[in-house]
């Protein structure tokens, strides 16, 4: 993380001072005629509407008619907190409802509260500064006037899809009211969070400032209203509110925006298409039936197993990331200042040399020869200037993130390197040699950390002198998408490095699980097996096809014969003979992949695998059908297998080598396997996570399937011992149902 700027130093602290200026907690102040309600919920890091802050707010609004004087010209309602304005709804006390009556009621008291703020007789302004998300943004949309601040941290949506819900207080009403059908449907399905600028230009918020003149912006509105708006809203999206509103026009819109939901989803996920029936009927009542329906709509949602899954999965996130805050507050206290070495300018190297310049880092990119690490620098340049064509960054950001990256081919760059990033071919004695060359330039303290995917750590360290400042840091391609950096400390790992590369993953924006050292560590291992299962399927007499429809069905992005042609055949052989020559021929793959490597079918980058890439311009766009060349060359006769089977075989396997995992120490904690498998490789989120999933079947039926699998198709898929004892003892992975 790279020095902070004078500038963003004085911006920062005036920006705390301003926001922070105002009446203590629980009260209201009148300053020249205009009411300051300042949000602080005590003992919280983040305002959230809980129904206790419902009632101190209840309070607020009925102290205005009894405050001394005549009645106030305005309310302008403002946080207390940094960096958030509300952050959304308390979700622990709705994961706690158990019934859509105690749901319905807590709503109704909200739409009160917002309905008496709503019809209040003055001005009223929602001064936001930071995270106002959810119920955030719906009490921002109650007040009669908005101003956002122009700061990064300053985001305005509505996530609740994410949740598994729909906005519950008055957002599917109140928004395409006041923006559109169209732009209201966007933010709501997909969970789009927006600055404040993009939201002025939606006509969400009526003004933007700079931090430091919240206050005076927001008393401007109170005295003087909106500014006159600059360009008027697109002529299309006016036009598609205008085409929703008709009868005929308006089966066309809602149409297309179920069959955008289904594409995406799959049907897994109700939330969204409850809530295009919400805005869809709501718009068509007075906005009070309207309300009633969305809290009846959201009270079903709320109480639902794919609700409460999503939500546990927030909670599991944090507690993870948590975890991994508390360890990295014992990192190096140099980080701040640090410069990061990445070692391999290829798509992975270049990727997380991108990554960490864009969150401030100073970075040393080495590859063997200037062609090659001009390849990597160039890649950077390119994906940067994406992020600024759709507006995730400016010009300026991504021309400082370009000049914190110097490209070298020269190992004495590395000679005031704190710690660097390994991200070479996937080869023992490739890393061991990169290691030695390293250390002989850099200084006594380097930290290494290998991005392998595969290889043992502790295998990596001998070739260290230092083998207690060697770790590994698996990132997930591509590196400025997947969220999930998985940290590897092998036995002789130091609680400095390990801290402090935790912490250099938080910097990137990472969700960080630390586990043990091992060949495939938790996640390529895990993930290995259900690749190797599938591949155990296909040679059976089991279709390509039919094996990854059936995975997609059940919830999964793509299928795993789809997934191997993505990563890569021979990356994929070349883990997998990592993995058989410690774990032995319970994880041996089937003939079916020499065979396509002799074919040199190696998936997507060769054009060939299990599926036909057309060329670009040819054929229909999307379709990708499967190459039926594969099936003579395989040898391959077609055998009748059921689709319940297919997804049974392939997600007990990963469960299977999870309790192995667990019964080596290579990862121990519940979370962290949920988080890892999702957040990692796309494990279906709805269904909570790997482990919930088996909670939920019951581990005796586990025991029960893999028992009869295992007599079908051999010794690979008998159940672990964890997953057995678990079993007769009648025990959970989660200890509660609800956890």
Avoid at 601 to 626: D, N, Q, S
Wanted: charged share 25%; glycine share 10%.
């Amino acid at each position: 993380m790279g020095p902070m700027t004078l500038i963003e130093a004085d911006t920062r602290a005036k920006t705390a001072q301003i926001i922070q200026t105002g009446p203590p907690p629980g009260a209201l102040a009148v300053e020249e005629g205009i009411a300051w309600l300042r949000l602080d919920d005590p003992g919280k890091r983040v305002n959230t509407l809980s129904s206790r802050l419902m009632t101190w707010f209840e309070e607020q609004i009925g102290a205005l008619g009894a405050l001394a004087g005549e009645r106030p010209q305005g309310l302008v309602i403002y946080s207390g907190k940094p960096e958030t304005f509300v952050a959304g709804a308390d979700l622990e006390e709705l994961l706690a409802l158990q019934d859509p009556e105690s749901v319905i009621a807590l709503l109704q008291r909200g739409h009160e509260l917002m309905e008496r703020l709503a019809g209040l007789p003055f001005p009223t302004v929602a001064a936001i500064h930071g995270v106002c998300l959810g119920g955030g943004l719906e009490l921002a949309l109650a007040c009669r006037l908005r101003v956002a601040t122009e700061h990064p941290k300053t985001k305005l949506g509505f996530p609740e899809v994410q949740l598994g819900l729909i906005p519950g207080l008055g957002g599917t009403q109140r928004l395409p009211r006041r923006i559109g059908v169209p732009d209201a449907l966007d933010l709501i399905l997909t969970s789009k969070q927006v600055d404040a600028r993009k939201a002025r230009r939606l006509g969400l918020v009526d003004d933007t400032c700079h931090p430091a003149d919240l206050r005076t912006a927001a008393e401007r509105l109170v005295r003087e209203g909106a500014p006159k708006q600059g360009k008027p809203r697109p002529l299309a999206s006016r036009a598609g509110d205008l085409l929703a509103r008709t009868p005929l026009g308006g089966k066309f819109v809602w149409d297309k925006a179920r069959a955008g939901v289904m594409a995406k989803t799959g049907g897994h996920y109700p939330a969204p298409l409850v809530a295009i029936d919400v805005v869809r009927e709501g718009l068509k009542l007075p906005l009070r039936r309207a309300l009633d329906l969305e809290a009846g709509a959201f009270s079903e949602l709320v109480v639902s197993e794919t609700a409460k899954n999503l939500i546990s999965i927030f909670f599991t996130k944090n507690d993870v990331e948590a975890r991994a805050a508390k360890l990295g507050r014992k990192a190096r206290p140099t980080l701040p200042g640090a410069t990061v070495g990445v070692l391999g300018a290829g798509f992975m190297g270049a990727g997380i040399a991108q990554v960490l310049a864009q969150k401030g880092v100073r970075i040393v990119l080495k590859d063997r020869d200037l062609a090659a690490v001009g390849r990597g620098y160039a890649f950077c340049q390119q994906q940067l200037r994406e992020r600024v064509k759709r507006r995730r960054s400016t010009e300026a950001e991504a021309k400082a993130a370009m000049g914190r990256i110097l490209p070298t081919a020269d190992y004495d760059a590395l000679r005031r390197v704190d710690l660097v990033v390994e991200a070479v071919f996937e080869d023992l004695e490739v890393k061991r040699a990169v290691i030695r060359e390293a250390e002989a330039v850099a200084p006594p303290g380097l930290i290494f950390a290998s991005n392998t995917s595969s290889i043992p750590i502790g295998r990596l360290a001998t070739a260290s002198r230092r083998p207690e400042n060697v770790v590994g840091m698996h990132f997930f391609s591509p590196v400025a998408k997947m969220p999930l950096l998985e940290v590897i400390r092998h036995p002789g790992t130091s609680e400095e490095t390990l801290a402090t590369t935790v912490e250099l993953g938080r910097t990137m924006g990472k969700t960080v699980i630390v586990v043990g050292d091992g060949p495939g560590f938790f996640t390529s291992r895990v993930l290995g097996t259900m690749l190797n299962e599938a591949a155990w399927m296909l040679a059976g007499g089991a279709r390509i096809d039919q094996v990854d429809r059936a995975m997609t069905r059940w919830g999964w992005p793509v299928g795993p014969f789809a997934l191997m042609d993505e990563v890569g055949l021979d990356v994929g052989a070349h883990v997998g003979e990592i993995m058989r020559e410690a774990l032995g021929e319970r994880v041996a793959p089937p003939p079916v992949f020499q065979r396509m490597l002799d074919d040199r079918r190696l998936g997507r980058k060769a054009k060939r695998g299990f599926y036909l890439y057309i060329e670009e311009g040819k054929g229909k766009k999307g379709t990708r059908p499967v190459d039926e060349a594969v099936y003579p060359l395989l040898g391959w006769r077609e055998a009748p297998i059921g689709d319940e089977e297919i997804v049974e075989r392939c997600w007990l396997q990963m469960l299977n080598e999870t309790a192995r995992c667990m019964e080596e120490g290579i990862i121990t904690n519940p979370a962290d396997v949920d988080v890892g498998v999702i957040f990692g490789f796309g494990f279906p989120p709805f269904r909570g996570g790997l482990l919930r999933e088996a909670d939920r079947q019951g581990l005796p039926w586990v025991v029960d399937k893999l028992e009869g699998y295992a007599g079908c198709y051999g010794e690979r898929l008998r159940p672990a011992d964890l997953l057995r004892e678990m079993a007769r003892k009648g025990e959970r992975f989660y200890k509660t149902q609800e956890s």
